[in-house]
């Protein structure tokens, strides 16, 4: 069973800095495809960044310059360093996962999904 798991959300100040964590559990990082999104209140899911077996990242343009996603294969787990944030980013942070033939969409359309964790910047 894959499980993924989110930590590292909290409360920061616009221009501030967080990094989240999500450790797998059942799935190895180093395959298929990794990635975040978010959602925040009365919005639909929006894809934030991305990561594939051989380390090919990509970004949403709101993001690019700001956030890096990377991944510690040894630890199992995805990382996203998220500076210079903004009101807009407040948002459930989720990280998605999936198979490598099933990588062709944004990471909110993965099969495997944690149960997210909050980021608010105010």
């Known amino acids: 069973e894959v499980q993924l798991v989110e930590s590292g959300g909290a409360s920061v100040q616009p221009g501030g800095s967080l990094r989240l964590s999500c450790v797998a559990t059942?799935?190895?990082?180093?395959?298929?495809?990794m990635g975040w999104f978010r959602q925040a209140p009365g919005k639909e899911r929006e894809g934030v960044a991305g990561?594939?077996?051989?380390?090919?990242?990509s970004y949403a343009n709101v993001v690019k310059g700001r956030f890096t996603i990377s991944k510690d294969n040894a630890e199992n787990t995805l990382y996203p360093q998220m500076n210079n944030l903004k009101p807009d980013d407040t948002a459930v942070y989720y990280c998605?996962?999936?198979?490598?033939?099933?990588?062709?969409?944004?990471?909110?359309?993965?099969?495997?999904r944690g149960q997210g964790t909050q980021v608010t910047v105010s």
């Open positions: 998605a996962a999936d198979r490598a033939w099933a990588c062709s969409g944004p990471p909110q359309t993965y099969n495997f």
């Open positions: 059942g799935y190895g990082v180093g395959s298929g495809c």
């Open positions: 990561i594939v077996s051989d380390g090919r990242t």
